[in-house]
């Protein structure tokens, strides 16, 4: 199956400065870069996510970009505030993986004030 | 409306007893899944279901067993429950068709968190 690296496993940063968040991955087949942030107590929801024909994505605070040739993609959240206070989880699917969401081991983000 | 919802919320049991999770949607999706999610919150893929079907059944003990009596419903039985059963158990769906795999946004539960004892 596919093995998605995630890193960093933690990430503090001070409110109003960015984050980023990069994931590798194994599997060229993969086309499909979803993104999902889980609050504490929560179900993991999604946030955002590219296709493999796209290179970048951006929604308000938030933009994924995608590296096919390094197959590495990223997400970069600007202008942080508490509430973007989670854990993140990347997952990079296959065309023919019948939407196996195997998540990258996750990024717990803490903005502090 | 819960687009997907799955009981109990909290299940605290002792080792060695046998308990189910149950899980529905109404979304109209093929695909059903369930996760464990472990202390250093890790989000495992366990099983995954496409119209009732076992698609992915992942390395996991054969005292977990899920059934899918119908594509809007996917529970999850455990036999003989360990101390290392212990987690959060998501159960989440997302779009199929028919024969033809989709990905999609996949919705999860709000998760049960199983304590053994």
Redesign the interface.
């Known amino acids: 199956g596919e093995n998605v690296e995630q890193h960093p496993s933690t990430l503090s940063v001070q409110e109003g400065d960015s984050a980023v968040i990069k994931c590798t991955y194994s599997d060229s087949a993969s ?2 870069f ?1 993104w999902y942030k ?1 609050e504490l107590g ?5 946030i955002i ?1 590219i296709r493999s024909n796209v290179g970048e994505k951006k929604d308000q605070r938030i933009a994924v970009t995608l590296n096919k040739t390094a197959k590495h993609f990223s997400l970069h959240i600007t202008e942080t505030q508490p509430e973007d206070s989670a ?1 993140y ?1 990347c997952a990079a ?1 296959p ?9 990258g ?2 990024t ?1 983000v803490v903005v502090t004030p | 409306d819960t687009a997907v919802s799955q009981t109990p919320k909290y299940l605290v049991t002792q080792m060695g007893n046998d308990k189910s999770i149950k899980c529905e949607q109404n979304l109209g999706h093929d ?1 059903m ?1 369930w996760y464990k999610q472990d202390s250093k ?5 366990m099983f ?1 279901y ?1 119209n009732k079907e076992l ?2 059944n992942e390395t996991v003990p054969n005292r977990f067993s899920p059934k899918s009596p119908d594509k809007a419903h996917l529970n999850l039985h455990i036999n003989s429950l360990e101390l290392g059963d212990s987690a959060v158990y ?1 159960c ?1 769906s ?1 779009q ?1 068709a028919g024969t033809v ?6 919705f ?4 049960t968190r199983l304590t053994v004892v």
């Open positions: 086309n499909y979803p889980q929560k179900r993991p929801q999604l996510d854990v989880f699917i065309t023919d993986s019948w939407g196996k969401f195997q998540f081991a996750g717990q | 695909t899944y919150k890790f989000l495992k893929i995954s496409n698609i992915i998501f989440a997302s199929g795999p989709m990905n999609t946004e996949a999860f539960g709000q998760g």
